[in-house]
């Protein structure tokens, strides 16, 4: 199947386009569905040795964050190549990110619809058009291009009148990204294998938090290289306790990708130090590979002073909570 040219940087013809699968008021324009991608952090990530095949085994604990970005969704079909799928995917950057820099065909959304039409045997004439609005920063560890890429697969299921809980979906998931199937569970959830095998869901928590990130970002594959140089492994008992919690605030903290990403990018031991000591902060950890540090926070004040001190140092910052969201079609045209 093929693609034509997708474009995903902010222009005015592209802003121009976007207004035409939405209304004034933001709603979904007739025929189109809204879909949330939330972020997330990574309360527990073990990761193990290095396997024969590549890819390392892992213990990978994550919560959804009440920070989302936003895809609108539409099919036309009829239109597009002579035979199969066209995807044009556009995106704006909002909370002050720079816009997406990515080539069409490495665009996760662009993947995973194309991946789903393969897996459901589609062979319509038809285009779907992705207004992707990006609110979660790159190459920060909160998971925003997997969630994005959920979010695809949830949409044009509902496009498609395809039910949500259709094994292809999960499939497609874990066949994009180790992440990606997290984000069609939500909330917070327990992933074994090299983290893409869902093993158990535990009950979320409501704390408040502070998501900190300088500009500077990490490569997941360039953190792993780092790790496998020096790795240090995760402790068996704390694992057990880990893979032994039933609520996600009985989940102990821990990230042992951190001190490869802090060799990487020493800066994130200065906002990992900065942080754990401003008051009303109860715990700091990075998300994955970073390059982001998320801090609970005591209450909703602290979070706010917390916030607004790091973006006084010149970093990106943003007040937020733990949810129960997942990858969801919140409205449709």
């Given at each position: 199947?093929?693609?034509?040219?997708?474009?995903?940087?902010?222009?005015?013809?592209?802003?121009?386009?976007?207004?035409?699968?939405?209304?004034?008021?933001?709603?979904?324009?007739?025929?189109?569905?809204?879909?949330?991608?939330?972020?997330?952090?990574?309360?527990?990530?073990?990761?193990?040795?290095?396997?024969?095949?590549?890819?390392?085994?892992?213990?990978?604990?994550?919560?959804?964050?009440?920070?989302h970005d936003v895809l609108y969704m539409?099919?036309?079909?009829?239109?597009?190549?002579?035979?199969?799928?066209?995807?044009?995917?556009?995106?704006?950057?909002?909370?002050?990110?720079?816009?997406?820099?990515?080539?069409?065909?490495?665009?996760?959304?662009?993947?995973?619809?194309?991946?789903?039409?393969?897996?459901?045997?589609?062979?319509?004439?038809?285009?779907?058009?992705?207004?992707?609005?990006?609110?979660?920063?790159?190459?920060?560890?909160?998971?925003?291009?997997?969630?994005?890429?959920?979010?695809?697969?949830?949409?044009?299921?509902?496009?498609?009148?395809?039910?949500?809980?259709?094994?292809a979906l999960e499939e497609v998931a874990?066949?994009?990204?180790?992440?990606?199937?997290?984000?069609?569970?939500?909330?917070?959830?327990?992933?074994?294998?090299?983290?893409?095998?869902?093993?158990?869901?535990?009950?979320?928590?409501?704390?408040?938090?502070?998501?900190?990130?300088?500009?500077?970002?990490?490569?997941?594959?360039?953190?792993?290289r780092a790790f496998d140089e020096c790795?240090?492994?995760?402790?068996?008992?704390?694992?057990?306790?880990?893979?032994?919690?039933?609520?996600?605030?009985?989940?102990?903290?821990?990230?042992?990708?951190?001190?490869?990403?802090?060799?990487?990018?020493?800066?994130?031991?200065?906002?990992?130090?900065?942080?754990?000591?401003?008051?009303?902060?109860?715990?700091?950890?990075?998300?994955?590979?970073?390059?982001?540090?998320?801090?609970?926070?005591?209450?909703?004040?602290?979070?706010?002073?917390?916030?607004?001190?790091?973006?006084?140092?010149?970093?990106?910052?943003?007040?937020?909570?733990?949810?129960?969201?997942?990858?969801?079609?919140?409205?449709?045209?």
């Open positions: 199947m093929a693609a034509t040219k997708s474009e995903n940087t902010v222009d005015l013809f592209a802003e121009a386009r976007s207004a035409q699968i939405k209304d004034q008021l933001g709603r979904p324009a007739s025929g189109t569905v809204k879909v949330v991608a939330p972020a997330k952090v990574n309360l527990f990530l073990g990761i193990g040795p290095r396997r024969a095949d590549g890819y390392h085994d892992a213990v990978n604990i994550m919560h959804a964050v009440n920070l539409q099919v036309k079909e009829g239109l597009g190549e002579e035979q199969g799928l066209t995807v044009q995917v556009r995106t704006s950057a909002r909370e002050g990110l720079a816009p997406l820099d990515v080539p069409p065909q490495d665009n996760l959304v662009y993947r995973a619809i194309m991946r789903l039409a393969e897996r459901l045997g589609r062979t319509q004439r038809e285009t779907i058009e992705v207004h992707l609005e990006k609110h979660i920063p790159a190459q920060a560890g909160l998971g925003g291009g997997s969630s994005d890429a959920a979010a695809a697969l949830v949409g044009a299921a509902r496009l498609w009148d395809v039910p949500d809980d259709h094994p874990r066949s994009l990204g180790s992440d990606v199937a997290f984000f069609l569970h939500g909330g917070c959830a327990c992933f074994g294998g090299a983290g893409e095998l869902f093993e158990q869901a535990l009950a979320p928590m409501k704390k408040q938090l502070v998501l900190i990130k300088p500009d500077e970002g990490v490569s997941t594959a360039a953190a792993y790795p240090q492994l995760v402790d068996a008992a704390l694992e057990q306790t880990a893979r032994q919690a039933a609520q996600a605030q009985e989940v102990p903290l821990f990230n042992n990708l951190a001190p490869a990403a802090e060799r990487l990018l020493p800066l994130l031991a200065d906002v990992r130090v900065w942080t754990c000591a401003q008051p009303g902060v109860e715990d700091v950890l990075l998300c994955g590979s970073g390059s982001t540090t998320f801090a609970v926070c005591v209450d909703f004040d602290a979070a706010c002073r917390l916030s607004a001190s790091a973006r006084q140092r010149g970093w990106w910052a943003r007040t937020t909570a733990f949810g129960s969201v997942k990858a969801a079609v919140v409205s449709r045209g």
